[in-house]
């Protein structure tokens, strides 16, 4: 990779003195993972195109350092990513990560090499500090093979590994969106494994037991869009926060308001600049992408020199040319 990023404006639609905004990087997709060159083809250029994924108007997202508050980056593993986070903070840029560490069996999540994420994890901690990171223990999946036993086992293995790097953990139960069951009716033909949809209580006693281990280790729980968990020991996840920031970096130059992204969300509005169904990690639990073999084959395909992720460089500038100026 280029790292003498060459600062400029590829598109003149924006006008200068952008407000400056908070940029997730990004829900759609794991982009420090597999997208790390175009995304740094994206500063150098000054701006991301963003397609409305529930509406499907396309827009710009500009990137130079002016317009940038703090980019929230989410990753299963930011190994390949370590370089361009050099060359970011180089240029001045601000960033914390949304980083998630699973104890799902491979069947749900057989793409990610765990012990590389978390060397990598424990390497962001030490490089910016414990703060910077939020740990997605994410999503919580009971099943045929992965039970309350397995859960408490394994979460207080990986408490223990990161006691003294991490301050928050986030988590959720997974989310039955029509795409997921699919998956799931798909993975027990397969393989018989059945994922259970336990009740509320179960899931409250569960989440509490994990939440008394993770005091243990001085890690506050904190519950992703389920306000049913909140309570003593368990608080809201802001998993883009804007309070966070101020802490990290100091106050912004305008009030940052609460957008959740669905019901019980918890976070401060952002500009995403990721794509659905362009990732190839393959997990069976995931809603960003509607089929596996199409998201891995967006990945084969994918031009680093688009400004759309996931589309070519030809339509891409064709879009930019339409762009209002």
């Known amino acids: 990779m ?16 952008t407000m400056r905004r908070i940029i997730s990087v990004s829900r759609r997709t794991d982009i420090p993972a597999f997208y790390g060159e175009w995304f740094m083809r994206r500063i150098q250029e000054g701006f991301a195109g963003v397609i409305n994924p529930f509406g499907g108007r396309r827009y710009h997202v500009p990137l130079r350092p002016d317009d940038v508050d703090c980019f929230v980056f989410w990753s299963k593993d930011f190994t390949p990513f370590i370089a361009p986070l050099e060359v970011l903070d180089r240029l001045g840029y601000r960033s914390y990560f949304n980083y998630t560490l699973t104890a799902l069996p491979s069947v749900f999540e057989s793409d ?21 990171i939020n740990w997605r223990f994410d999503p919580i999946i009971l099943s045929s093979i992965s039970d309350e036993a397995f859960y408490l086992r394994a979460f207080e293995s990986l408490a223990s590994e990161l006691e003294g790097l991490v301050e928050r953990c986030y988590f959720s139960f997974v989310a039955f969106y029509g795409k997921v069951r699919r998956n799931f009716r798909n993975l027990e033909k397969a393989q018989g494994v059945q994922v259970l949809e336990p009740n509320e209580q179960v899931r409250i006693d569960l989440a509490n037991r994990l939440a008394e281990v993770a005091a243990e280790h001085g890690i506050a729980m904190y519950s992703c869009c389920g306000d049913y968990l909140l309570g003593e020991r368990i608080q809201k996840a802001h998993c883009i926060d804007g309070a966070l920031i101020e802490r990290l970096f100091g106050p912004g130059e305008t009030p940052y308001r609460d957008k959740g992204t669905r019901p019980e969300c918890g976070c401060t509005e952002s500009a995403d600049i990721g794509t659905y169904n362009t990732c ?8 960003a992408n509607a089929n596996k073999a199409a998201a891995r084959r967006a990945f084969d395909l994918h031009d680093p020199d688009s400004a759309f992720l996931g589309y070519t460089r030809a339509q891409s500038d064709a879009w930019i040319a339409e762009l209002p100026g």
């Open 112 to 132: 990610v090499d765990k012990h590389a994420a978390l060397r990598t994890l424990k390497h962001l901690a030490e490089r910016y500090s414990p703060a910077h």
């Open 2 to 17: 280029d790292t003498g990023v060459r600062l400029s404006y590829g598109c003149d639609e924006v006008p200068p003195g």
């Open 280 to 287: 190839p990690h393959g997990c069976a639990y995931c809603y």
